[in-house]
């Protein structure tokens, strides 16, 4: 056995320089969606709540926000989650979401991962059966219920916060599409939604039309920026904006009733059916009558992977009937990681080719 290579089987451990910085995060999973959860060495971030610190990452830190979602370490559908305290006592931990635009008001697909790895790392003192966490999001508290059975999580679900309508039908002319029929809503982010019964596209919601639906949904996110001037939120400045779009379909999988493609940011595409998406379909869903408390509707998504959604209530909330959703889905570990920085690299902060 050579030399080189008896050290190859010995020196496994890379020791960073003392002025590199390192980052820990655990790499998930929600029905293919990816959650980098940043877990040590991010700065400390200042402020009073979850909205206090997502601002002040932005204005502060935007770079490691790229450093660890863009290339090399991650890709253009990579994101992330910083956990924070409470916005008060009676909160379990806050948290902000990162993807490749910058910073999301809500991200279920996030909720469920994150209170999966609250038990799998005995966060939280939890016992068979269903264990609650008040979980403090940019968009205000969600409730997430983690079943365990046998010691091991089975699943879980959360509340979303108040989730509404805005306007069913409305119609954009979109350059290079025509008009497109829309319902504009709100689950923890705006979401224009689009049924393609009501339109006529030139690609389906399969993995196939992956560019397509990039494309598509990124050109009917803008016209609709452009010219709708309802997304507003009644309550907070900083969640009104649109996220992203939305398209409906028929399932392609029997005993499923329909299925979800979101693409959002800078042109993410959701691999799973994406909870806050599945939050504000509920709103409209019970706006239209199409679905009642007790009820519970089948979403698959581009992966097929499958979330469920419900009615738990309804409320007002500001000039909204809004109801509180409840959306259930399972999610998965794939790694850890400790990552350096190299302040001499000159791709330190990352980068994005699509």
Not at 91 to 97: H, L, Q, T, W
Not at 177 to 201: P, Q, R, T, W
Not at 228 to 257: K, M, R, V
Request: aromatic share 10%; proline share 4%.
């Amino acid at each position: 056995m050579s030399k080189v290579y008896q050290n190859i089987l010995k020196r496994t451990k890379f020791q960073p320089k003392e002025n590199w910085l390192q980052i820990r995060t655990i790499d998930m999973h929600t029905g293919g969606e990816p959650l980098r959860v940043i877990i040590d060495g991010f700065p400390l971030l200042k402020g009073n709540s979850v909205l206090d610190y997502r601002r002040y990452c932005k204005e502060r830190y935007d770079h490691l926000r790229t450093a660890l979602l863009f290339e090399p370490r991650g890709h253009a559908d990579m994101y992330g989650c910083i956990l924070l305290p409470p916005n008060d006592d009676d909160g379990d931990f806050g948290v902000i979401f990162l993807h490749n635009e910058g910073y999301s008001t809500m991200c279920g697909h996030a909720i469920i991962a994150i209170s999966t790895l609250a038990v799998e790392m005995n966060w939280i003192d939890f016992s068979e059966g269903e264990n609650m966490i008040k979980i403090d999001a940019p968009c205000g508290r969600i409730i997430s219920y983690v079943n365990v059975n046998d010691n091991e999580v089975s699943g879980v679900r959360f509340y979303c916060v108040p989730s509404f309508v805005v306007a069913l039908d409305k119609k954009v002319i979109v350059e290079g599409i025509g008009e497109v029929v829309y319902d504009l809503a709100y689950g923890g982010a705006f979401y224009a939604y689009i049924d393609m019964s009501k339109n006529n596209f030139d690609f389906d919601l399969t993995p196939g039309s992956y560019r397509k639906l990039i494309t598509a949904g990124m050109n009917i996110k803008q016209e609709i920026i452009k010219v709708d001037n309802e997304i507003i939120h009644p309550f907070e400045e900083d969640l009104s904006f649109l996220y992203g779009t939305i398209f409906i379909g028929e399932a392609l999988h029997e005993g499923i009733d329909s299925r979800n493609v979101c693409v959002f940011a800078e042109g993410e595409v959701d691999r799973s059916p994406t909870g806050s998406g599945v939050s504000g379909r509920m709103a409209i869903h019970k706006k239209r009558g199409e679905i009642d408390f007790g009820k519970t509707m089948t979403i698959e998504s581009i992966t097929n992977s499958v979330f469920k959604g419900s009615v738990v209530s309804e409320e007002d909330y500001g000039p909204f009937r809004a109801v509180i959703p409840q959306v259930e889905g399972t999610a998965h570990i794939t790694g850890q990681h400790t990552f350096v920085i190299d302040p001499d690299d000159p791709m330190k902060d990352g980068f994005m080719l699509r």
